[in-house]
């Protein structure tokens, strides 16, 4: 449930090539993604972090905290659902890696608050090769297989798998 080294590093390179000014990260569990992320914030920049289990919190700020990052990230609590669409923000990057059975969700409530030629990681794309089961019944792996062929169906982004882990799907908003 957490990012390891190889994909902190990741998330960390891509953006600093980014560089963004407004992060959104979906799903923050221990923090540790969302800290790789704030290490290529533009100087102002600000990112926002989205945890539906209230008893994260507590623990992923004290890292925050050790980093020094706790003015640039900004926790919330809560269904991500519901709180997105009362952002008023236009991200330069959004890491989606929460609840699998929403991932189709989440593309639909943030890509028009993703800026063009914007980017979107999408986490657990190939889900431990769970994606290429013919039929499943497991509405997790649903999920993740009903968001991978929406994409493929988009016309307004570009999009390349990344077999890191257990799968990225980078994803640029044309401009």
Same mark, same amino acid.
């Given at each position: 449930m957490t990012s390891g080294h190889l994909q902190g590093k990741f998330l960390e390179m891509i953006s600093q090539m980014i560089s963004p000014e407004y992060i959104l990260e979906i799903g923050t569990f221990t923090g540790y993604s969302a800290i790789c992320l704030a290490k290529g914030l533009k100087p102002e920049g600000k990112l926002i972090t989205i945890e539906i289990n209230d008893e994260l919190t507590a623990f992923a700020h004290s890292y925050f905290c050790r980093c020094g990052l706790e003015e640039r +990230? $900004?926790?919330l609590t809560g269904n991500a659902l519901q709180i997105i669409p009362g952002l008023d923000i236009m991200f330069d990057l959004v890491f989606i890696d929460g609840d699998k059975r929403e991932y189709t969700e989440y593309y639909r409530q943030i890509i028009e608050k993703v800026k063009p030629g914007g980017f979107i990681l999408a986490d657990n794309v190939l889900w431990g090769e769970k994606v290429l089961e013919k *039929? $499943?019944?497991d509405p997790q792996t649903k999920g993740i297989i009903d968001f991978? #062929?929406?994409i493929m *169906? #988009? !016309?307004n982004i570009e999009n390349v798998l990344i077999p890191v882990r257990d799968g990225l799907m980078? +994803?640029? !908003? !044309?401009?």
């Open positions: +990230i $900004t926790q *039929e $499943t019944t991978n #062929e929406m *169906e #988009e !016309k980078l +994803i640029r !908003k !044309k401009a």
